[in-house]
């Protein structure tokens, strides 16, 4: 039984490998939104963790992370410096190790921090389907916010000056344009995770008991 288990998670933990980098490299990993793209990279990450536990859920966030600096140094963008130490941060002619941090650490923290969230839930509640939803819900939105809170906590301590620079605005007001994108994205991406997480969630549990 055990090693049953053991290959269902890593055909599992492969096939989600798969959906990350597909998400990332072509347009499906974005929400078109009137004013700003959000992203759902993160959803896959969070349905790992909660189907296969923290640490596998680390991992997808890493292969998300490492995905997402190969993808800023291959199509930069005006914020790629934050995410690829291979892009040259405003004002200097080198890129930042701190780049590589900031792209792969705080999605490493999504699945872990969303499974400690449904577990806690779950171990509070019940593991009834009613209360499991809940606890996806929850767990969906909770992982989505750690990871724009994360990056863009990180952008602004790492990074003040530069994005300052970047945009032409005071020093000053980085914080006050910071917390603008963590609202405009982080509310979306917050709200699309609580609704697909328990919609693909639910079902997988019900149909990987069989395995």
């Known amino acids: 039984m055990a ?3 053991a290959i269902r998670d890593m055909v599992l933990l492969a096939l989600f490998v798969a959906i990350l980098l597909l998400m990332t490299f072509t347009p499906i990993g974005l929400i ?6 959000a992203t759902i990279l993160h959803v896959p990450v969070i349905i790992g963790a909660i189907l296969m536990g923290p640490k596998k859920g680390a991992f997808l966030g890493a292969v998300f992370g490492i995905a997402s600096l190969i ?3 291959m ?20 890129g930042s190790v701190w780049a590589v941090v900031i792209s792969i650490i705080p999605r490493m923290l999504i699945g872990p921090a969303a499974w400690l969230i449904y577990k806690g839930i779950e ?7 009613g209360f499991r939803a809940v606890g996806s819900v929850i767990a969906g939105a909770f992982g989505a916010i750690v990871n724009t809170a994360l990056v863009m906590g990180l952008i602004y301590f790492v990074f003040k000056d530069a994005y300052a620079a970047m ?14 994108i963590v609202a405009a994205n982080g509310i979306p991406e917050a709200i699309a995770a609580a609704v697909l997480v328990p919609i693909i969630v639910l079902p997988l ?3 990987l008991k069989q395995y």
Do not use: C, E
């Open 32 to 37: 078109d939104l009137p004013l700003i793209k």
């Open 123 to 129: 171990k509070i509640t019940s593991s009834k389907i």
């Open 75 to 94: 199509i930069p963008s005006a914020l790629s410096f934050a995410f690829s130490p291979f892009i040259p941060v405003p004002g200097t002619d080198s």
């Open 71 to 73: 993808k800023n140094t």
């Open 205 to 207: 549990q019900k149909f």
């Open 3 to 5: 090693r049953r288990a």
């Open 167 to 180: 945009n032409g605005i005071p020093v000053d007001a980085v914080l006050a344009a910071i917390l603008g």
